[in-house]
């Protein structure tokens, strides 16, 4: 009887396991450590790829001592490196392997967002990552153009910083049916991942501080709330002046009887210092407190009250803590209390390592917060003591218009 051969077919969702280098015929010159090594790193398939031991041993057939071992020498070689207990990080891109197509939809020109895209480009060289890099330029039929144009290019993934609340579920909807998948920067986006500001604790910080200044350096008597807010950003970036307020509350209990104000942040500085100049004349010379929802306004707020001689009578609290906000802290006569820090210029290292996790199907948050913290005349240089070498380097302009996003 004729013996038939039974063909094994593997399961197609398996990944075939070459044999160990031990179980190949080779040349007597060649070095069977180094095949296995050769293993070992083709078991990462992209760059910036992390694996546990276990995975190592499943895509190489090696057995634990020894891959074990070789992830161990690979480290101190510098083409790996560990990531955590029992995971381990490659820093080289695989020969054949195509390198992670990124695109940056960015808000627009800002301080902020300048820094953003900074440390993203640095962060994506690192990572052998190819960032195609758009600007949104604070308008909402660009996003949805800069969407449309993502798709096209069929990237593997999208980080969306702009503006409009409204636009979010617009673009969001193009994403989905692209099986593109999307970090949001600041705003978020239904089905997106968010990256960005906790903005109420953010406010909370700024309004305890402001309402402790007022306490010492006024006694806690406060005639006004001047708040300048950001509608077109929606409901989340008003929670920065709700925890505002309510960090007020928490040190100023008589807050709650103070006549409250509020303006229309949009707009650069020179936008944003004609409102206050308009409201400011008709107002009657008071103490006020002011809650701003970015940097931007803070300094308008400042200038304002400075042109019509009123100086002495405002104390301001910012957010973002952008450069000229800084500059504008170590001035000895000032009356901005604080500003808080986001560190945008941190941004990209955290987003790329998102990013990488998302693409390598890792599980990852559905939220990440940054870190936030006060900066005030005391801890400026504590906080950023590059500054004077930065500022000497190339200048810090005074107060010149920026746009007045996040």
């Known amino acids: ?29 060649e070095s069977l450590t180094v095949l296995r090594a050769c293993e070992v790193l083709k078991a990462f398939r992209a760059t910036g790829e992390e694996l546990q031991l276990t995975e190592v ?63 993203l480009e640095a962060a994506a060289a ?12 604070y308008s909402a039929r660009e996003a949805v153009r800069n969407a449309d144009l993502l798709i096209r290019e069929k990237v593997d993934l999208v980080l969306e910083f702009q503006t409009y609340e409204r636009v979010a579920p617009v673009l969001a909807a193009k994403f989905l049916e692209a099986q593109t998948p999307v970090v949001a920067i600041e705003v978020p986006h239904p089905g997106a991942t968010y990256f960005g500001a906790n903005n109420y604790k953010a406010g909370l910080i700024g309004g305890k501080a402001l309402g402790r200044w007022a306490r010492e350096n006024w ?18 970036l008003e929670l920065r002046l709700t925890g505002l307020v309510d960090g007020l509350r928490a040190e100023l209990p008589q807050i709650n009887s103070v006549p409250v104000a509020h303006l229309n942040g949009r707009g650069n500085m020179e936008q944003v210092l004609e409102v206050l100049r308009q409201y400011l004349r008709r107002a009657p010379a008071r103490r006020t407190l002011v809650g701003a929802v970015n940097d931007v306004c803070a300094l308008a707020a400042l200038r304002a009250f400075d042109e019509i001689g009123r100086k002495h009578l405002c104390a301001v609290m910012g957010q973002n803590a952008i450069p000229d906000a800084r500059a504008e802290l170590r001035r000895p006569d000032t009356r901005l209390v604080g500003t808080v820090a ?5 941004y990209g290292d955290e987003i790329i390592a998102l ?27 504590l906080i950023y003591p590059l500054d004077a070498q930065q500022s000497a380097r190339i200048g810090f302009p005074s107060l010149r218009p920026r746009a007045a996003a996040n």
Do not use: W
């Open 355 to 381: 990013a990488m996790q998302m693409l390598q199907n890792k599980p990852t948050p559905n939220t990440v917060f940054v870190k936030h913290q006060l900066i005030t005349p005391r801890n400026v240089d």
């Open 1 to 29: 009887m004729a013996t038939r051969k039974i063909k094994t077919i593997s399961p197609s969702n398996s990944t075939p396991v070459p044999p160990p280098a031990a179980e190949r015929r080779g040349d007597r010159n």
């Open 342 to 346: 986001y560190f945008p210029e941190r």
């Open 57 to 119: 041993m499943a895509r190489t057939g090696l057995p634990k001592t020894t891959a074990f071992r070789l992830l161990r020498t690979l480290i101190h070689g510098g083409l790996l490196e560990r990531a955590g207990a029992g995971l381990y990080r490659n820093r080289f891109t695989p020969i054949g392997a195509r390198a992670f197509r990124i695109g940056f939809a960015a808000q627009g020109d800002s301080e902020f967002c300048r820094q953003v895209k900074q440390s």
């Open 219 to 236: 006694d806690g008597k406060v005639d006004q709330l001047l708040l300048l807010e950001l509608p077109i950003a929606g409901s989340l």
């Open 126 to 137: 690192r990572e052998h990552i190819h960032l195609i890099t758009l600007n949104n330029r």
